[in-house]
């Protein structure tokens, strides 16, 4: 668990740099100049991809709607932003929190939907208790695992980590009660 | 990570150790004890105790022996044992013991570092170990904040259509390369297709505006109810602001899972989905959550931290701090606000490291860029057009506003969250923010301002009107002289225009509704700040006011008020600075922030010119909500949870002695003391069953009640526990000693039970004849969780916080019995 903490944290500033190297994409830098109305022309928005010291209103500014003399009166009024974005990590982040929140949503629907079927079938009725203090909440097989572990020998790994799903049910179980049915914390 | 020595854990073999303390519920009546402390050898161990050092948390030896050094002779076999030295759920800790553990430690530690090179080492590592934790709380915090605003951004724009060229891009981002962007219609894009493009073809017309209508509240409902569902079934923590929670645990409470790895995933999650559904919340109080989950979880990295509660409250202060400069991307900001809103206890040591996490933390988001421009927030304002003594008229007027509101806002939402709490409508939580979430998309599409989030409105409405903006709000008329006065493009004062009218009417309602709205959803079962919506309910009012005195400016510049500084043609008035100021006024009415408020707006700013409106404006604004109640948006949240929270701040005016609070009262029962010697194992569990006290004084003798001192109740059933497990021969007639040395017993009696080492030799005392108001300063400054009242060196009572806090209710006549919890 610890060292798992340890890659994470890893992983999160490799995260960082990365994108700071991603952001030099040439698709992914613009500068942006605003003119204001002028005399009988129109307000404009003229965007170019150039860099940073090309950013003014002469280099960006095409075609230029004014003549000559005019056009340093119309450069003055507007207003020219370099702007960078990285869209490799707007791409990383979107598809990273949809992934997560896919794989919450399935494992939600597994520990409400399919394991109870899956139980149900592998044990029949006769051998589960009903934990009746659980009101409100659905824990009717909550010795399963005694069940199981008392009928074939099953790998230590298997176990442990039934044994600790188990023990996080249970806490979650604990929490909802406060929050959800007692609201003894958080109102 | 499992401990080869004595104490492998759990009693019932289907133990293995994990290292997540916080989740870790050890529930000592029942037939599991999962010990979890067990993972490092202690870097002190001294001789004798070498084949029992192997896992004990020598920390814990410590406990109790304040002053005491590794020279005292104890019994090996009372060497501590896992789970002595911890606490319960929902317990308050021992600052005391926790503070000389650590000292105790850090003297080990130097005076070992003399002997060897490894020694040395060792403790450079563990001096430097504290910033290294600060770096990384601050690295784990900005990468979350940045994911969690480029999410929230994408999910938000979500609701009114996708993007053709890559679905992850926002609309922003949709346009940003796109040339077909107008002058007018700045969002405009053919690679941006609302949702009735899709479907119907046309983006006109009344069929679309119901399509795009009606996708708006799916896509609202659909959002709230994955929120609200992945809250409930898997981390029901994870819901509300978060900080009334966190300022208990940093006064010493103990939440178990509060800011574990589960709660912060789904905080995560489930506050972009809250965010992105059109809920009137904000995320900077969850984002104080998650940064402290962050440095919750990496605190298990490094033994000092994990070990010992009092320090990690210290690392927990810094992410606060962090949280705020990440939402607000203001440092000191955060750190002034960790200061004065959060924390409990804040030496001077931890302002340092919270600022140097707060600005770590800041780097980190910069570089994440999640809005382009290298800005870290959306409404970065930069104006600097000056304001006139003068205008501090309505600026206090905005306070004034401020300060009705908040308190109007704290007593109608305190009185909608009791109400969910006793009646039958928090028995459906996920129904509520389904039909909060419902009828907030109903209220808010036809209103273009309710319409977008709420960082987008304050950041449109402290926008000050130049001649490259196009929007409503900007909607003034040309003057008939067309020659363009102002400097750059600060425009002078201007007659409004229609669309300017148009704007005043939709922001009124606007006002109206998040006025209304905000009360009811603070407080759901799912992520919701309030920083956000106060805000905006400001600057709301403030831009109101601000174009108003700008009108009146323009069509009254002859009269004495305007006319020494604001001839016509002149730029006097800005309407942006007073949506600022607005801003603040009613955060700071709502929350009572003074400086960390005033330090947030301008580091938001950038704008130092703006400190005095704003400090008139905070200050107005705290005198007139504190006139109608001292209390905070969160310190009445705890007050309404019954957290055992003592303010530190309150004044206690009351003229009460000690002997007037203690326990026992006249009527009760007298005191359960154990003696130090005579007790048997089996009087001391009867004793111990049939009372819920969480401690017990020890004395001399029950005629002379001369104190010895104090042992927990945890630690004494662990105690006993153990040895009838492990150690030979205790049965229930052996006799339990708190001297330093066993009396002479006959040779067939079974041996002693000593349990020296987890008595508290130096508890504190007051007299009965102890002002109340010195005794709740001793409490407060000291972290004291009890405190044993003696009269003539004779033991009277005990007064714990507990009691305290409902005399504290009894005197303001609140309800003695809400003050939940030991």
């Not at chain 2, 319409?451 to 040309?478: H, K, P, T, V, W």
């Not at chain 2, 206690?652 to 194992?681: C, I, K, N, W, Y």
């Not at chain 2, 300063?777 to 009691?803: M, W």
Request: hydrophobic share 40%; proline share 5%.
């Amino acid at each position: 668990m610890k060292t798992m903490f340890v890659i994470e944290a890893f992983s999160l500033a490799c995260f960082v740099l990365l994108s700071q190297v991603t952001a030099k994409n040439s698709e992914d830098i613009r500068c942006k100049c605003i003119c204001p109305p002028y005399r009988d022309i129109a307000g404009q928005i003229y965007k170019q991809n150039v860099s940073l010291k090309d950013c003014n209103c002469l280099h960006v500014v095409e075609p230029m709607p004014v003549d000559g003399k005019d056009v340093e009166a119309y450069c003055l009024r507007c207003e020219c932003k370099y702007e960078e974005r990285s869209s490799g990590t707007i791409k990383f982040t979107i598809i990273m929190y949809l992934s997560i929140l896919g794989l919450l949503l399935l494992y939600m629907v597994y520990l409400t939907l399919l394991e109870p079927m899956l139980k149900r079938r592998l044990f029949g009725h006769s051998q589960l208790i009903q934990s009746d203090d659980d009101v409100g909440d659905q824990q009717p097989f909550a010795n399963a695992h005694n069940v199981l572990s008392r009928s074939h020998s099953r790998p230590n790994m298997l176990n442990k980590v039934e044994h600790a799903q188990q023990r996080w049910r249970r806490q979650v179980q604990e929490q909802r009660k406060s929050v959800f049915d007692r609201h003894v914390v958080l109102s | 990570m499992e401990n080869p020595g004595y104490c492998t854990g759990s009693f019932d073999g289907l133990h293995h150790p994990s290292d997540d303390d916080d989740d870790e519920m050890v529930d000592i009546a029942g037939a599991t004890l999962d010990f979890s402390t067990t993972d490092d050898v202690p870097p002190l161990s001294t001789g004798g105790y070498e084949e029992y050092s192997s896992g004990s948390s020598s920390s814990s030896r410590a406990a109790g022996m304040n002053g005491n050094g590794p020279t005292k002779l104890v019994d090996p076999l009372e060497d501590p044992l896992p789970g002595v030295g911890t606490y319960e759920d929902f317990n308050t800790i021992d600052w005391v013991r926790e503070k000389s553990k650590d000292r105790d430690r850090h003297r080990e530690i130097t005076n070992k570092s003399r002997q060897s090179t490894v020694a040395l080492l060792h403790s450079v590592s563990d001096a430097f170990s504290g910033w290294l934790l600060m770096l990384l709380v601050g690295l784990m915090s900005g990468a979350l904040a940045g994911g969690i605003d480029i999410a929230a951004h994408w999910l938000t724009d979500m609701k009114g259509g996708v993007c053709l060229i890559g679905f992850w891009f926002n609309h922003e981002h949709c346009c940003w390369k796109s040339n077909e962007t107008t002058f007018q219609e700045r969002d405009q894009c053919p690679q941006w297709q609302s949702w009735a493009e899709l479907i119907t073809g046309t983006s006109e017309g009344a069929f679309a505006y119901i399509v795009n209508y009606l996708m708006y509240i799916f896509w609202a409902l659909l959002f709230s109810f994955l929120a609200v569902t992945l809250v409930r079934a898997f981390a029901p923590y994870a819901c509300g602001s978060g900080i009334p929670e966190i300022k208990t645990i940093l006064s010493g409470f103990i939440i178990r899972g509060y800011l574990g790895k589960w709660t912060l995933i789904i905080k995560t999650i489930t506050l972009v989905l809250a965010v992105s559904s059109g809920l009137s919340l904000g995320k900077e109080g969850p984002l104080v959550h998650v940064a402290c989950c962050c440095a919750n979880i990496l605190c298990h990295l490094f033994t000092k931290y994990r070990k010992n509660e009092a320090k990690r409250r210290e690392v927990l202060s810094a992410a606060a701090a962090v949280g705020v400069s990440v939402a607000f991307g203001a440092p000191i900001g955060g750190v002034l606000f960790s200061l004065e809103e959060v924390s409990y206890y804040f030496p001077l040591k931890t302002l340092w490291r919270s600022f140097f996490a707060a600005l770590v933390a800041a780097f980190t988001l910069r570089s994440i860029n999640p809005f382009g421009n290298s800005r870290l927030v959306l409404f970065y304002v930069e104006f600097h057009a000056p304001w006139h003594l003068v205008e501090l008229a309505p600026f206090i007027l905005l306070g004034i506003f401020g300060g009705l509101w908040g308190a109007l806002f704290i007593k109608a939402n305190i009185a909608w969250c009791r109400r969910r709490k006793t009646t039958r409508l928090g028995h459906y939580p996920v129904i509520e923010v389904l039909v909060v979430a419902a009828l907030t998309a109903l209220l808010a599409y036809p209103n273009s301002y309710t319409r977008m989030s709420g960082a987008e409105l304050i950041s449109e409405l402290f926008n000050d009107c130049s001649l490259l903006d196009s929007s409503q709000l900007c909607g003034y008329e040309q003057p008939a002289n067309t020659s363009e006065t102002g400097v750059g493009n600060s425009l002078a004062d201007r007659p409004a225009g229609k669309g300017l009218y148009t704007a005043l009417w939709q922001l009124a309602l606007a006002l109206v509704f998040k006025m209304m709205i905000t009360v009811i959803t603070f407080g759901m079962k799912v992520p919701s700040g309030l920083f956000i919506p106060s805000m905006a309910v400001g600057a709301i009012a403030g831009r109101l006011l601000g174009v108003g005195m700008e009108q009146l400016a323009y069509y009254n510049h002859d009269s004495f008020i305007f006319k020494g500084w604001c001839s016509p043609g002149a730029d006097c008035i800005t309407p942006g600075l007073y949506a600022m100021v607005g801003a603040a006024a009613c955060l700071g009415g709502v929350t009572r922030m003074t400086v960390s408020l005033v330090v947030i707006m301008f580091e938001l700013t950038g704008g130092l010119e703006y400190i005095v409106p704003l400090m008139a404006a905070t200050m107005t604004s705290k005198w007139v909500a504190d006139a109608f109640g001292r209390e905070g948006i969160y310190e009445a949240h705890i007050r309404l949870n019954g957290y055992p929270f003592l303010e530190p701040k309150e004044e206690f005016d009351h003229s009460s002695l000690a002997v007037d609070v203690m326990r026992p009262r006249r009527s009760d029962p007298a005191l359960a003391v154990l003696t130090q010697e005579g007790m048997t194992v089996g009087e001391v569990e009867a004793l111990v069953e049939s009372t819920h006290y969480s401690g017990f004084p020890v004395v001399v003798s029950q005629e002379s009640q001369r104190l010895v001192g104090f042992v927990l109740r945890r630690d004494l059933l662990i105690s006993i526990d153990n040895a009838r497990k492990r150690q030979e021969g205790v049965v229930s007639a052996s006799q339990v000693v708190f001297t330093e040395h066993a009396p002479s017993q006959a040779p067939d009696a079974p041996p002693p039970l000593r349990l020296r080492g987890i008595m508290d030799l130096s508890p504190f005392t007051v007299t009965d004849h102890t002002p109340m108001d010195i005794t709740v300063d001793i409490f407060r400054k000291l972290g004291l969780r009890q405190c044993l009242v003696t009269h003539n060196g004779r033991l009277l009572g005990i007064i714990t916080k507990k009691d305290i806090l409902k005399h504290m209710a009894q005197i303001a006549n609140r309800d003695p019995d809400s003050i939940l919890f030991n």
